[in-house]
């Protein structure tokens, strides 16, 4: 049986190894059997810049190169802790940078993928970071800063952001229930899979012609999560992570 697998929200960072450790024997286990691998964002915890060759990005992009070697394909989505990705990064790695909306055929299932950031459209503080964030002039100057600069205004941005989200209330930093209709009935889908909001979980939707299913992945932890695709349609699993 051919398949698929999408995930989400790994954060990897050193200061965690076993969720590398987790993700290489992932990506081992299913090298040249999966048809293909999606990562709906948020792979690290941050992402300064394709130039950060070091070596447990490396050990990263070598994992995900076996993988693509194998025969598996293999795609890649912004997030909003690692929207500094390239095409550098993809192409060592063997894969290819999708769109945020990108709308995949998974077996028969259309589903519209997403990280899933710009459907929190209550917290206004961060829509004006994220808009910001990936204006391709701001990332220019951002890219154009030596390396232990970029390291010091990422911990920066991740310990505002920490204090931020502490203040915020619960349900602003949830997706919009307005924007998911919106964004599944523009594309043309019953199915809207995305991350970001760590809150794993299979939703029903009303559309105007029907039901459809918002799938949400989860950030890896103590369990690692993803959604198996295949002809049988879509499933939402997760595994305890060592």
């Known amino acids: 049986m051919t398949y698929s697998l999408l995930i989400s929200d790994l954060h990897l960072d050193p200061a965690r190894p076993e969720h590398l450790a987790a993700l290489e024997t992932l990506l081992d286990n299913h090298a040249g059997k999966a048809d293909r691998l999606y990562v709906l964002g948020d792979l690290f915890e941050a992402w300064i810049g394709d130039d950060d060759d070091s070596p447990f990005n490396r050990q990263a992009i070598d994992a995900f190169r076996r993988f693509s070697d194998a025969g598996s394909e293999l795609f890649f989505m912004h997030g909003n802790r690692d929207f500094l990705l390239g095409d550098k990064f993809a192409d060592d790695c063997g894969g290819v940078l999708l769109d945020e909306g990108t709308v995949a055929d998974l077996y028969g299932t259309r589903a519209l993928l997403m990280h899933g950031d710009s459907l929190c459209t209550e917290d206004h503080a961060y829509q004006q970071f994220r808009a910001m964030a990936r204006d391709p002039q701001w990332q220019q100057g951002m890219l154009a800063k030596p390396l232990e600069e970029r390291r010091a205004l990422a911990q920066g941005m991740r310990m505002q952001s920490q ?69 049988d349609g879509l499933r939402l699993e997760n595994w305890e992570i060592s």
Request: aromatic share 6%.
């Open 163 to 231: 204090g931020n989200n502490a203040n915020k209330p619960e349900n602003i930093m949830d997706v919009t229930p307005a924007e998911v209709v919106r964004v599944m009935e523009e594309a043309g889908v019953r199915h809207l899979i995305h991350g970001h909001t760590h809150r794993p979980a299979v939703h029903d939707v009303a559309l105007k012609d029907g039901t459809g299913t918002r799938w949400v992945l989860g950030d890896w932890g103590e369990l690692g999560w993803w959604i198996v695709a295949d002809s």
